[in-house]
Structures are given as C-alpha cells and as structure tokens.
C-alpha cells in the first residue's frame, strides 16, 4: 500500500508544481509588456495585499485542522 501512496503524492506534487507555475504567469502577466495586448489590467496592491495575507492565513490554520483531524481518526483496517 505504501508503494501505491507514493506513487500517487509524486504525481499530485507534479500536479500542483503546474499550478503553481499557471498561477505566478497569470499573476506576473499584467505588469508584463504583454499586458496591453491582451487588455490585462493589474490588480490594486491592497487587493493583492489581502490575497496574500488571506493565503499565508488560510494555509497553516487548515494544516492544523488537518493534523488535528487526522490524530482523532483512526486508520481503516485495510490501510495498517
């Protein structure tokens, strides 16, 4: 089972490496010279402010809900 678990977070972190790079193109893309050609704006920097505060928040608080959950719930029987 392990062999399986492994496999599949190698592929989850390709996954979200992608993201990750489909995020920063379209986040950096309109202070680009691109950004008139394609009629991008950029966004206020309080709002990117608050979307980085909001995420930087978000992030740790759901880890610890997370390690929280996980420590009350017991592993299925199949899965030991």
Do not use: N
């Not at 202070?31 to 920097?45: C, D, H, K, N, Y």
């Not at 709002?47 to 299925?76: D, G, S, W």
Request: glycine fraction near 4%; charge should be positive; aromatic fraction near 10%.
């Amino acid at each position: 089972m392990r062999r399986v678990y492994y496999a599949l977070s190698l592929h989850e972190d390709e996954k979200a490496r992608g993201l990750a790079v489909v995020v920063t193109v379209g986040a950096v893309l309109p202070w680009t010279p691109l950004a008139g050609s394609l009629e991008f704006v950029a966004l206020p920097p309080g709002f990117v402010l608050f979307v980085v505060a909001a995420v930087v928040t978000y992030l740790p608080m759901v880890e610890a809900a997370k390690r929280i959950f996980c420590r009350r719930q017991p592993l299925a029987p199949s899965a030991r």
